[in-house]
C-alpha cells in the first residue's frame, strides 16, 4: 500500500516526495474534493496524507469519509508554516465520531 499526499503548498509537496511519497497540489475546494475521492477508490493507495488548509476547505466530506470508510486511512499534517489547528481538528473529529466532548 501506498502514501498519498494531498497539499496546499509545494514546498510539502517536495518533502514528502523525497521521502518517496507522490502527491498534488491543490487550492480551490472543488479540485480537492475531486482528487480526494478518486483517491478514495484507489485501491493502491493506504494513507492519504492532507494538509491542515486542505482539510478545512472540505470538513464535512474529510470527516464523512474518516467515519464511514475503512480504507484509505485520512492523516491530518501541517506545513512547514506551523502547526495550524491539529490539536482542534482533533477533538472536533473525537467528539464527532463518539460524541463527547474531551
Known sequence: MKFYLLSDNIDTKMGMRLAGIEGVVLHEAEEVQKELLRVMDDP????????????????ELVYDLKLNRKRPLIVEVTDRHGA??????????????????I
Open 84 to 101: 495550524g489547528q491539529l490539536s482542534d481538528a482533533i477533538t472536533r473529529y473525537v467528539k464527532e465520531a463518539v460524541g463527547i466532548s
Open 44 to 59: 493502491e493507495i493506504g494513507v492519504v496524507l492532507m494538509t491542515n488548509r486542505l482539510i478545512n476547505l472540505c470538513p
